[in-house]
């Protein structure tokens, strides 16, 4: 039996989505803008499209997870995010959380 596309690819977004935040929570440990966290993500194999990206830097910034600035850097404003105090502890409970679920699936897989 073949596997049904459309139900496939509804269910890879959803199991990508919660790791997505985990990833740019993690990369955010060190400050950086839109365009240098996409490229560290997919140089980590982790591609994220632009109307992805930006939506879910407002989100976490707007549930006190993120700080950012705008800044001028090669003569263009950008803005520049770094985790907040808030969510350095939100991504240490977060990686603990992680690798429980990881251990478990593991051992079901």
Known sequence: M???P???E???LELRRGSLVLAVLACLRTERYGYTL???LAADGLEMEESTLYPLLRRLESQ???SSEWREEE???KRFYVLSPMGTAMLAALIDEWRGINV???KIL
């Open 104 to 106: 478990s699936l593991e």
């Open 10 to 12: 509804s269910m890879r």
């Open 64 to 66: 006190g997870l993120l």
């Open 38 to 40: 996409r490229q560290a």
């Open 2 to 4: 073949t596997v049904d």
């Open 6 to 8: 459309d139900l496939f």
């Open 75 to 77: 003569k263009r404003k």
